[in-house]
T-cell receptor
């Protein structure tokens, strides 16, 4: 099915380990986003990429880096994982520059840092 | 203060009930407004857009009051399948075109 694919779906890390969350979309969307969701906090934007070759910080960028590898792929890297980064991570994409709200989300990555 | 605020609930209602959710936003530059639905441990999905004139989609009615910076969602004749978390969302064009999410309102429809 067309959409946004995230890998892995689940991950347990030890404090200080690094990992990269992968995201790919096949809808030819220009914009891609990484959100994290914590209980009672809603979804908070970590980083976004308005178009290929550009990335910008969102609300909670500390401790993360991103790479817009090409139009399809947008990865999120945790260089040194901390327990505070335990969360559910969602990648999303949209056509960009649109107010239609038509974001398509991936199914999420559930990350636990111990 | 959060940019988008919702009553977290939970709202527990019987089947067939009418239920209303409210949401306020703080950024007057917010340009577009939406309700998303999120089922337990799943990704959010767009439910409907919200227009100043009000709009309906079947049993769902959304309203926007720009002067009060207030958004609402009304669900009539609730179904068991409506049980989910409803997210109020605003679109900020002047911040790079990003969606800002409320924390969500949980709805549980009981038989």
């Amino acid at each position: 099915n067309a959409g946004v694919t995230q890998t892995p779906k689940f991950q347990v890390l030890k404090t200080g380990q690094s990992m990269t969350l992968q995201c790919a979309q096949d809808m030819n969307h220009n914009s891609m986003y990484w959100y994290r969701q914590d209980p009672g906090m809603g979804l908070r934007l970590i980083y976004y990429s308005a178009s290929e070759g550009t990335t910008d910080k969102g609300e909670v960028p500390n401790g993360y880096n991103v790479s817009r590898l090409n139009k399809r792929e947008f990865s999120l890297r945790l260089e040194s994982a901390a327990p505070s980064q335990t969360s559910v991570y969602f990648c999303a994409s949209s056509e960009g520059g649109t107010a239609t709200g038509g974001y398509t989300f991936g199914s999420g990555t559930r990350l636990t840092v111990v | 203060r959060k940019e988008v605020e919702q009553d977290p609930g939970p709202f527990n209602v019987p089947e067939g009930a009418t239920v209303a959710f409210n949401c306020t936003y703080s950024n007057s530059a917010s340009q577009s407004f939406f309700w998303y639905r999120q089922d337990c441990r799943k990704e959010p999905k767009l439910l409907m857009s919200v227009y100043s004139s009000g709009n309906e989609d079947g049993r769902f009615t959304a309203q926007l009051n720009r002067a009060s910076q207030y958004i609402s969602l009304l669900i009539r004749d609730s179904k068991l399948s409506d049980s989910a978390t409803y997210l109020c969302v605003v679109y900020l064009y002047n911040q790079g075109g990003k969606l800002i999410f409320g924390q969500g309102t949980e709805l549980s429809v009981k038989p």
